[in-house]
């Protein structure tokens, strides 16, 4: 079963720096993408960054780019986000997902693979003005 485990949430002042971990388990894939979104209260989920681990490619939303650094960790079943600088607008909760091209999924086989995603629990970065 795949699971995402986020950490490093918590309080912090506009201005301020917070750096997020997601723990991926129970795949061994060696091409896949996971990132981040996040919601905001009253507000719909939003793409925040994601990185690619078979080319290394990395994206971020415009409002955070020059902020926010997204890296892989070694063990290929981590990635983490530096988030500096935060703004009001950063606050919200970070969710952490991960896209697997499965051949198998609920039974079915799919001979060109199929893009399943997985989402953790979340974790909550809060402005502590």
């Known amino acids: 079963e795949v699971q995402l485990v986020e950490s490093g949430g918590g309080l912090v002042q506009a201005g301020g720096s917070l750096r ?8 061994s894939f060696d091409d896949w993408t996971i990132g981040w979104f996040r919601q905001a209260p009253g507000k719909e989920r939003e793409g925040v960054s994601l990185i690619n681990y078979s080319d290394g490619t990395t994206n971020y939303t415009d409002s955070v780019k020059g902020r926010f ?13 530096q988030m500096n600088s935060l703004k009001p607008e950063d606050m919200g909760v970070y969710y952490c ?8 999924y609920r039974g079915t086989y799919y001979p060109q693979g199929k893009d399943v995603t997985y989402w953790g629990q979340g974790t909550q970065v809060t402005d502590s003005s």
């Open 69 to 81: 650094t997204i890296s892989g960790g070694n063990d290929k079943k981590t990635v983490h986000l």
């Open 20 to 27: 997020l971990s997601c723990s991926a388990s129970g795949f």
């Open 97 to 104: 997902y991960i896209v697997l091209l499965l051949t198998y």
